[in-house]
């Protein structure tokens, strides 16, 4: 095991940085060495992702949002604000 590697916790904690490529290089680097490795993360940010992707079209789209819950398009842009 690589000494730098990143445990699945540490990814997560960075996700946001991560995604939005606030990460310093070296950070970044073993980020992506570690998603190259672990199927359960890769799985995460793509449903990280998706849910994001989906809460824009939501919000773009009053009529759907109407249809959702609005304490979960809450949560969900809460979320997203905290990474």
Known sequence: MNKNAITCEEFVNSLGAFRDGDLALP???????????????????????RTIELAKKTLANRAVSAVLPENLVRRIMAARRRS
């Open 27 to 49: 950070d970044r680097i073993r980020a992506q060495e570690h998603l190259a490795s672990c199927d359960k993360c890769s799985a995460y940010l793509r449903r990280y992702e």
